[in-house]
């Protein structure tokens, strides 16, 4: 059983609007939780992460919403620009260790001009 | 240069046959995990080196993965006589810490086909 999905394979917003990257887990025990941005033929980078003592975390265009009893996280994007275009997982852990987080299987962002 | 380096970018094999992927951390990371990601798919955590304790395996999925890495340097991921399901990509990343704020650096990965 898949412990974190993203239900949305794909998402194509025009540039300047709202994206909003949603992901929803099963785990009760995770309690960190990041985003990783992924440009085609490159690794993934790290975007932004949120615990789950907080609901929100800001850094500029990139804002992350958790919603720990509907097992619910969101990444916003505000504005969208083209070069946001790109696959977006969203990885949980429950453990000290970021890098043993489990993905979910991405959803690939269009932004067009 | 100054991220991760894994080598080959691109390898296609018979089923059957070994094949041997490498990793060049960045300097200094202690820690350096490998993962596996299938078309469509998140990444899957293999295995986790952390300096010179013993490797965190609890993610290889069968007894044919194995990996090496020398100190805080190179790693190798092994795959031995290879089965079509083993085609994906097989990316690296190393960190400075393995706490939970340790940013992962990934390399671009190596695309392993099996025929």
Same mark, same amino acid.
């Given at each position: 059983?898949?412990?974190?999905?993203? *239900?949305?394979?794909?998402?194509?917003?025009?540039?300047?609007? !709202? @994206?909003?990257? +949603?992901?929803?887990? &099963? *785990?009760?025990?995770?309690?960190?939780?990041?985003?990783?941005?992924?440009?085609?033929?490159?690794?993934?980078?790290?975007? !932004?992460? !949120?615990?789950?003592?907080?609901?929100? *975390?800001?850094?500029?265009?990139? #804002? $992350?919403?958790? +919603?720990?009893?509907?097992?619910?996280?969101?990444?916003? !994007?505000?504005?969208?620009?083209?070069?946001?275009?790109? $696959?977006?997982?969203?990885?949980?852990?429950?453990? #000290? *260790?970021?890098?043993? @987080? #489990?993905?979910?299987?991405?959803? &690939?962002? &269009?932004?067009?001009? | 240069?100054?991220?991760? /380096?894994?080598?080959?970018?691109?390898?296609?094999?018979?089923?059957?046959?070994?094949?041997?992927?490498?990793?060049?951390? =960045?300097?200094?990371?202690?820690?350096?995990?490998?993962?596996?990601?299938?078309?469509?798919?998140?990444?899957?955590?293999? =295995?986790?080196?952390?300096?010179?304790?013993?490797?965190?395996?609890?993610?290889?999925?069968?007894?044919?993965?194995?990996?090496?890495?020398?100190?805080? /340097?190179? %790693?190798?991921?092994? =795959?031995?006589?290879?089965?079509?399901?083993? %085609?994906?990509?097989?990316?690296?990343?190393?960190?400075?810490?393995?706490? =939970?704020?340790?940013?992962?650096?990934?390399?671009?990965?190596?695309?392993?086909?099996?025929?």
């Amino acid at each position: 059983d898949q412990q974190v999905k993203q *239900n949305s394979p794909s998402l194509s917003v025009q540039e300047g609007r !709202i @994206s909003i990257l +949603n992901c929803d887990y &099963t *785990n009760s025990m995770f309690d960190y939780f990041l985003w990783y941005k992924k440009y085609p033929a490159e690794g993934p980078t790290f975007l !932004i992460s !949120i615990s789950s003592i907080k609901d929100k *975390n800001e850094d500029g265009r990139f #804002t $992350v919403f958790l +919603n720990k009893s509907a097992k619910h996280l969101s990444l916003h !994007i505000v504005p969208s620009q083209p070069g946001d275009s790109a $696959v977006y997982f969203c990885a949980a852990s429950g453990d #000290t *260790n970021a890098g043993k @987080s #489990t993905f979910g299987d991405g959803t &690939t962002l &269009t932004v067009k001009p | 240069g100054a991220g991760v /380096s894994q080598s080959p970018s691109n390898k296609v094999t018979e089923k059957g046959k070994d094949v041997e992927l490498r990793c060049d951390p =960045i300097s200094g990371h202690t820690a350096l995990y490998w993962y596996r990601q299938r078309l469509g798919q998140g990444l899957e955590f293999l =295995i986790y080196f952390q300096g010179n304790s013993a490797p965190d395996k609890s993610g290889l999925p069968s007894d044919r993965f194995s990996a090496e890495r020398t100190g805080e /340097s190179v %790693s190798t991921l092994t =795959i031995q006589r290879t089965q079509q399901e083993d %085609s994906a990509v097989y990316l690296c990343a190393s960190s400075l810490t393995s706490g =939970i704020n340790g940013e992962l650096f990934f390399g671009e990965g190596s695309r392993l086909t099996v025929l």
